[in-house]
């Protein structure tokens, strides 16, 4: 493109009617290029206009003359003929004008103007009819002799020659409307359609082949809306390690090629897939609200209270924080008092003037929904990736991107982000056709049911926090902290971190970029706290290793006692914990974090990137005997068991199916 090409704005509003018309070559020679010129000149939509317009005038005179000419109270001979003498000349002007702009478009446009049948019709009406109405001129006023009868006869036939002219007229006024139209909507439409255009408009111009390729290559892809699709089938050839290629499909959720004719073999698990189900749902069942105890308006105090007390409070915005250590200080209630510290901390209570109490009884019940029988997803976990979150929020390049609301939304997105997690994951769900799965349709099951079920709890009277807040506010707040808890499903890694690489490449995430942006940053900041295990110092890195291994494991085991194919690295009689890392952290972990920290810039960078490389090295010098360098394990160490005062545990044991004893995965 040349440097004086005027932006696309601009460009919009001399916009040339497509005629879709012959390529007439690169113009040459002075001639050439006043051709070339006029060309665009007639094809500029408000020539078109304005010719179009003279036409219409010209079509009601005609009207008028076929109108008027039979009525015999006009010219009657005593008026000398007034109406028909005045229409004659006024006929004679517009001919010649049409005649003049059909000289004009056969030089501009040559042979080519002829190849529309409708042009042809048109070109020679004008020009018979100027002949005619000249002759009949010329004739002058005589009235008797044969010049007379003559003069009667060729009026009579341009009659004829001017009905013919009404259609081509009405033709033209048809194709000038669709032209109209069709600028109207390239206006009003998406950007995509200008983009499609201006993209068409380049291609007619260059003239190296694979340019052109280039182009409609991409034109096809912006029309095809698939601009952000990863081919996950690709990514997945790619990777190496069969074992890992086979987790990333089932983690990306991509089809197998099923054999739909095939023999099932699903008869016999039938029975035990029907236990599985009847022992998740009992589990389900006994989360309901009413069983949980309330958090007074006193305790409220307390835990607020609690937070100044915890010796690990200062060291929340630290990316290095030991979430253990801040979850054993805070006497089990680490969730409530985090979130409600950071809260605080952000001046966010105040600022919306939430109900304080209510609150509390809401952020107590989120952590109590959290299944602490879970080896991973467990309340811990949640506090981890809150933490993880505010960390990014804190983040200038990140941070100057939101609203104080949006502040609000991030950090009770990721304290709700896994509730009520049942310790297995999607595929398993769908293949025992669990009540979630059945609810959600198969599509992000576990993350539509976190999210759905926490605003359910949310909306009650005693735990709705959120009043005082303007119906704007709710709705954009309700609607942010969905999109960030959807985001958090694995199916979307690859097309996210591609899609946030291109925005971050050409200067999407500047203060004040659209809301769709900020949010969209907003999604991917919640999904890489959540995955930020290998990201951690290497006694954190380790023991949330065992942690998440311990319940694939958990899962392999109902699997296998179900007759399912057991997932990939989910069989702990194969003891391949460093494969599974390596693969997950140079697949997934690593490139989101180096797109990531871009973003964010430093400390984050040295923060994230340098303590990533170190674990990837560690699993690659020591393999499973990584695991050894462990100094706190915390499977079945109780840190997560009920909360102190006697409570009742709010997780239920796990139903005779589902009970494991926790054992060390290596
Ligand atoms: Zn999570």
Redesign the pocket.
Known sequence: MSDAKPPPNERQETRRIDTGGPDYGEPTGPVGLFRARLRAFLENLKVEFFTMGVVIIYMLLIFADLMLADDPNVDSEADGKPWTNAFKYLDMVFLAVFTVELCIRVFAFGYFYFFAPLNVVDGLVVLVSFGLQAWVISLGEKTIGSEATTATNLLSIARVLRLVRLFVVMNKVQKARAAYKKTKYLKTGSPVERVIDLLGDMKGKVEDDEDIQDIQWIMDLIASDKLYTINIKNVVADVKDKDMAAFLSQEMNIKKDLDLDGETDAGDSEDMLEEVRGGLMRQQSSWAPGDLAQASVLEAQRISELATLLPHIERINQWDVDVFAFWEASENMGLVVGTYHLLEQHNLVSKFRLSKPRLMTFLTKMQDGYRNANPY?NVV??LD?LINMNYFLNQENLKRLMSPLDVLACLLAAAI??FR?PGFNQNFLVATKHEYAITYSDQSVLESMHVASAWAILLTDECNFLTRLSKDQFSEFRSTMVQLVLA?DMKYHFEHTSKFKTKLQSDGFQPGCNREDARFAMGLALHTA??ANPAKPRQLSLAWTEMCMEEFFTQGDEEKRLGLPISPFYDRSKNSTAQCQMGFINVLVKPLYSEFCGLLGEPATTDCLAALQSNLDGWEQHGNGLLKQMETSFLGKGIVGPRAGNRSPVAPSPSPSMRKPPSKSS
Do not use: E
């Open positions: 997803h976990h949640a990736v982000h896994d997690h958090t959540d995955i």
